[in-house]
């Protein structure tokens, strides 16, 4: 820790004398270097963002591109910023005028760089964090009006980077529902290449907000430079990738500021969502463990504690349930091995009770019909059995079949002059308003209040924003819908964080529409897709993985898919594992492999969880899946073997692994065995050194036989 807080210490003190004496800016992590430079014009330009370098190096660097390109001025290119005045004047000029740096907590410090026009009082500060040991970087950015009247934004990025290379290739991530995370790779030729989203709330429906982007050629796992970047916002985004005549890159980050003209009142700020991006010279493997670190640190909610295995009621019972049955399924929780079971919607609504999805929601009490003795009783007998007990909430949404839309139409997004367009039968309320943001955060405070036993929220939101006009926002305002919707939700969630700091709480949106860290500051994990065939999963997960650690992604093992049993485990296995399927139906032979699987999980998921994910061979390129999590200590690994549809034609070669100790011996066993079977790998129980296993590699495919897999537990030996 003193050796961290030295270099830190120096780090500053090396950056604010070569700021003050070569009117250079010097943000620099472990590994990484952003340099940006003060001209004689007082623009301030990127010089240099790649590999650290030494000292005196930073001298050479001269000029650039200007860090935050403005509109209306000689700028010919997509602009970050883009501002109209209250006298029609739709230019701006950012000089530089002062920065300074503090420490952010922990390994962290913060730059910020205050800009200022010439011939208006108006002011744009761009914020740097810089996570040292993780090699993250966080902008962001702060734009005032000091003007006497407002002005309109019309564009509002977060951060812009320049890049010089050769040739560039994008990596995105796209779909729709049950489709999540498709990995596409493309070269970007000339002109502009956009990723966004105008979907309001369910914002990565269709295209997840991160990326990668490789320099001069296509990147590996374990080769190649490039960034990683995604933003910390639940709402619409924008990407723009531009390769210009010169062949330079500039890659535009933040809100979309699409329908979202922004009105900046006199003595406003607007503050921008956090880019957060990572610099990898070794390829996409280092550029996600930087990730996985950072948010573990700081990007997720108790993103360093443990997670429970939880029994879902869904497949069991659907809406269609009694108090009898749900306490039945506790006593089978509890023999699983199960921490928590998790009752999932058809609970509430009397007047319109919630048999369908067509009816009650909005009416969070309930269901007298369902449960005579309310969720009190329910939390007590879940808790007689040693589980904790846990419930589904949609408080953002309404069906027009409910008390709450017959009470308060004017709480609802709704064209006042359309006819309503429902999405799975209902509409989104407006979140804009404060009374809703009460009544939202009622819900969670009223049922935690009176029922402290409950120890865990499954938060949806199943439908995006469509036909969508707010009454409060009225018709001054609603252009800022989607920001202000955005912000509202946040102020929601930040106010169940200061009453409930420690529930943990799953982020969901009908599967994976809502993957990001601006949410995620407040939950402890999200649910990456409805999809949950094994098969499926193992793409959707391998596709989060590159962006998210292990322990934010829910797996859970249910009924779909024809794969056995143990296919399902393994793959639920590599994020944080769940049930959500008919254990009374299972052979003694199924029940008896699934609570000692429970019981492997829990003794080897602190690997998972919290140690560095290698991606050895990919789904991608071929018939099968190999991935590698390692303890910190490199004392543990987990390895997992999946086949995908593989035939007698496949070839599997031996797999090198990846991040071990090579000084180090490792035993290596196949563990999560269905009853009765033993290890078919030549290698179980035996030792290799950690140099045989990085350079000769294992044999972890003894057959091709389709949709099968393997878990192998490697063990540093004394």
Same mark, same amino acid.
């Given at each position: ?138 902008? &962001? ?47 970007? $030729? ?13 914002? *990565? ?34 990407? $723009? ?14 809100? *979309?500021?699409?329908? $979202? ?45 443990? /997670?429970?295995?939880?029994? *879902? ?133 009223? =049922? ?20 969508? &006009? ?43 529409? /809502? ?15 409805? *999809? ?40 639920? =296995? ?104 033993? $290890? ?39």
């Amino acid at each position: 820790m003193k050796k961290c807080i030295c270099t830190l210490v120096c780090s500053v003190l090396a950056f604010l004398l070569h700021a003050q004496s070569d009117r250079q800016i010097l943000l620099e992590t472990k590994n990484t270097a952003l340099l940006l430079s003060i001209g004689a014009n007082q623009r301030v330009t990127q010089s240099y963002f790649g590999k650290k370098l030494q000292p005196a190096d930073y001298a050479l660097l001269k000029g650039g591109r200007e860090v935050y390109l403005t509109a209306g001025m000689e700028n010919q290119n997509e602009p970050a910023i883009r501002v109209v005045h209250a006298d029609g004047n739709p230019s701006l000029e950012l000089q530089y005028v002062a920065h300074k740096t503090i420490s952010s907590g922990g390994d962290s410090i913060t730059t910020s760089i205050l800009l200022r026009d010439p011939q208006y009082p108006f002011e744009v500060t761009l914020y740097y964090t810089l996570y040292y040991n993780e090699d993250v970087i966080k902008a &962001w950015t702060e734009i005032r009006n000091n003007e006497k009247k407002p002005v309109q934004l019309t564009a509002y990025a977060s951060s812009l980077l320049h890049f010089n290379a050769n040739a560039y290739w994008l990596t995105q991530f796209h779909g729709d529902w049950a489709r999540e995370m498709n990995m596409v790779e493309e070269q970007l $030729s000339n002109g502009i290449k956009t990723l966004e989203s105008k979907l309001g709330t369910r914002s *990565n429906f269709y295209q997840t907000q991160v990326f990668f982007v490789s320099l001069d050629k296509p990147s590996t796992e374990t080769d190649g430079e490039l960034i990683a970047g995604t933003l910390n916002w639940t709402g619409n985004f924008r990407y $723009s990738f531009e390769i210009d005549q010169r062949n330079g890159l500039r890659v535009l980050s933040g809100i *979309n500021p699409f329908a $979202s003209e922004y009105a900046l009142q006199p003595a406003e700020t607007f503050t921008t969502p956090a880019f957060l991006f990572t610099w990898s010279g070794n390829g996409k493997g280092l550029a996600s463990r930087n990730l996985h670190n950072w948010a573990r640190n700081y990007g997720v909610m108790d993103g360093n504690g443990n /997670r429970m295995v939880l029994l *879902n009621n869904w497949e069991a019972t659907d809406v269609r349930f009694n108090e009898n049955r749900l306490v039945e399924l506790f006593g089978e929780a509890k023999k699983l091995g199960a921490d928590l079971f998790l009752l999932d919607d058809g609970w509430f609504g009397n007047k319109y009770p919630r048999n369908d999805d067509k009816n009650g929601l909005g009416d969070w009490q309930e269901d007298k019909a369902k449960l005579p003795s309310g969720l009190g009783y329910l939390v007590k007998e879940a808790e007689k059995q040693g589980v904790k007990f846990g419930i589904w909430l949609e408080p953002e949404m309404v069906n027009p079949k409910s008390e709450l839309y017959e009470q308060h139409p004017d709480w609802i997004l709704k064209l006042p002059n359309r006819p309503e367009n429902y999405g799975r039968n209902q509409l989104v309320l407006d979140l804009t308003n404060p009374k809703v943001q009460d009544f939202v955060f009622s819900i969670v405070d009223n =049922m935690l209040t009176k029922t402290p036993g409950i120890a865990f929220i499954k938060w949806d939101c199943n439908r995006s924003m469509t036909n969508a &006009w707010s009454p409060y926002l009225g018709s001054s305002r609603q252009s800022q819908l989607y920001i202000e919707y955005t912000r509202s939700f946040y102020k929601v969630m930040a106010r169940i964080r200061a009453k409930y700091p420690t529930l943990p709480i799953m982020l969901c949106s009908g599967g994976g529409g /809502r993957t990001d860290y601006g949410a995620l500051k407040y939950f402890t994990e999200f649910w990456p897709s409805d *999809n949950t065939d094994p098969l499926s999963r193992i793409y959707i997960q391998w596709g989060y993985s590159y962006f998210f650690p292990a322990n934010t992604m829910a797996a859970h093992i249910t009924g779909m898919g024809k794969q056995s049993l143990k296919y399902k485990t393994d793959v639920a =296995m590599m994020g944080r594992m769940g049930y959500d399927i008919r254990t009374n139906n299972f052979t003694p032979q199924e029940l008896q492999f699934s609570e000692e699987a429970v019981k492997t999980y829990k003794r080897i998921s602190p690997v998972i969880w919290h140690g560095d994910l290698y991606r050895l061979v990919s789904p991608y390129e071929n018939n099968r899946a190999v991935l590698m999590y390692i303890s910190k200590d490199q004392n543990q690994a987990i390895l997992f073997n999946y086949h995908l549809n593989s035939t007698r034609s496949d070839v599997f070669g031996k797999v090198r692994l990846q991040g071990l100790d090579p000084k180090k011996k490792y035993r290596i066993k196949e563990i999560n065995l269905f009853p009765g079977t033993t $290890s078919a790998m030549a290698d179980h129980d035996k030792v290799f050194s950690g140099e045989y296993l990085l350079q000769a590699g294992l044999n972890l495919s003894v057959r091709t036989t389709p949709l099968t897999s393997n878990v192998y537990e490697l063990t540093a030996e004394p």
